[in-house]
């Protein structure tokens, strides 16, 4: 079975400024997808950005990035010029590959952007 | 694209009585859906996982007979409550996953109350 960990429960950062959201995970699996969700207060999930484990190249969506080390099983989100539409939970998620596809999801963190 | 819709978006019911959530796929087939819920301030966890035309596969200390799934149709998956107590109150999710995507898009959520 797979694990995701966000070890920081909680997030603030200023406008305009840059926050990194860490996640780990574990998995013997050699094949997989990761990505990034943000809950929003309206609980809706939206997906913030995907990396397949295969690609060694980080995944951009604008002002998101992700740092992935596969090795290190690492997948830590980059939020630069935050904004305040910003704010949310952030969850990271481990996602099967196969017929199955499940999602696994990490305990969330909460990202504040003040001004 | 890739709408998902639940409906009821918010439902009361009393203790005792069942409850039927619904999950569409608006614009996209969807060959797998996902069933989740999810405690107020936590993150999400899987409840079982439908495919079309098949029996749903619950997750471990899901009651089979207490959530009752049926994935009818490639854009209809619906989740009953049956008997439901105040402990069945929480916030349920579904999310679909398209034939050609590992990518799963989620509804907007149903908030079940028991009183």
């Known amino acids: 079975a797979q694990t995701v960990t966000q070890s920081q429960p909680e997030m603030s950062v200023q406008e305009a400024e840059t926050v990194t959201l860490s996640c780990t995970y574990d998995t013997s699996e050699n094949n997989y997808y990761l990505f990034w969700y943000k809950q929003p207060p309206s609980r809706q999930m939206i997906l913030v950005i995907r990396q397949e484990a295969y690609k060694q190249q980080n995944a951009t969506e604008n002002r998101f990035s992700v740092n992935f080390q596969k090795a290190a099983k690492s997948f830590s989100l980059k939020i630069s010029d935050s904004q305040l539409g910003d704010t949310a939970m952030y969850f990271c998620a481990f996602g099967e590959t196969g017929t199955a596809s499940k999602l696994t999801f990490g305990t969330g963190t909460r990202l504040q952007v003040t001004l | 694209g890739a709408v998902v819709s639940q409906h009821p978006s918010r439902v009361i019911c009393k203790s005792g009585t069942s409850v039927k959530i619904e999950c569409r796929s608006l614009d996209f087939q969807a060959t797998t859906m996902f069933w989740y819920r999810q405690f107020p301030k936590q993150s999400l966890m899987l409840m079982a996982t439908s495919n079309e035309g098949s029996k749903a596969t619950y997750e471990q200390g899901v009651e089979k007979d207490k959530f009752l799934i049926n994935h009818a149709s490639l854009t209809l998956s619906t989740l009953t409550v049956t008997s439901a107590h105040p402990e069945d109150s929480s916030f349920y999710i579904c999310?679909?996953?398209?034939?050609?995507?590992?990518?799963?898009?989620f509804g907007p959520g149903t908030r079940l109350t028991v009183t």
């Open positions: 999310s679909a996953r398209p034939a050609y995507s590992y990518e799963q898009y």
